[in-house]
């Protein structure tokens, strides 16, 4: 994929960071049924996120914790850590919240900062509403849901759904490139403030915000 010159910059230096440290990684998964639940919450800092529909009665989660460090003396210490970073979720009356769990050799400031980042594979129901708290990494979304709304600061953002579904749909970032496929035309803004694009179906009943304040936004409406 083409990546964008507003990109170069904080993608170089990831590269360097990724070459100047070491890594150590947990996988994980869990499950809850889904009961009463219309809208689901990601509240996951930073990290990689991908959201799908999966089973009707279900919420699954599968990914990866990861650990950034340096110095080969410290791997036992940073695979405890990360064996204790996991993901839960927590369900209360229609709002589920999907979120990091930290076990006893997790409850460090190191534990819950930058240095700790997740990997995460989501299913969840048709129809669900979708909020995405994630502010740093890369989303994305890939199916029928209800209303979306995900707002990073730097990053990523791909979202791919019906397009009758939708009923208003804006995509914007304040740098960098909106890129969006309504079915029946493409809008593509790049720099500094482009142009926010928009759509609008009355027969829809889905509200979607997709915002990226750094990096790249592509919206696919299918048919």
């Known amino acids: 994929m083409r990546k964008s010159p507003f990109l170069a910059l904080p993608l170089l230096l990831a590269a360097g960071a990724a070459l100047a440290s070491d890594e150590v990684t947990h996988p994980f998964s869990t499950a809850a049924p889904r009961g009463h639940v ?4 990601i509240d996951i ?14 919420i699954t989660v599968n990914g990866t914790a990861e650990r950034h460090f340096d110095g080969h003396r410290r791997r036992s210490n940073e695979q405890e850590i990360v064996n204790d970073i996991s993901a839960e979720v927590v369900v209360n009356g229609d709002e589920a919240i999907i979120r990091r769990r930290f076990g006893p050799n997790a409850q460090s400031w190191s534990a819950r900062s930058f240095h700790s980042s997740v990997d995460m594979s989501i299913e969840l129901p048709p129809g669900v509403d979708v909020v995405v708290n994630t502010r740093y990494g890369a989303v994305n979304i890939d199916g029928a849901f209800g209303s979306i709304d995900t707002d990073l600061r730097a990053g990523e953002v791909h979202v791919r759904t019906p397009r009758a579904n939708v009923r208003d749909l804006t995509a914007s970032v304040s740098i960098g490139e909106v890129r969006t496929y309504f079915g029946d035309h493409y809008i593509e803004n790049e720099g500094v403030f482009p142009r926010v694009a928009r759509f609008h179906n009355a027969s829809g009943r889905s509200d979607v915000n997709v915002r990226s304040t750094f990096g790249e936004v592509h919206v696919t409406l299918t048919n």
């Open 38 to 41: 219309r809208r689901v919450v």
């Open 45 to 58: 800092p930073a990290g990689e996120v991908r959201i799908r529909n999966g089973a009707g009665d279900r």
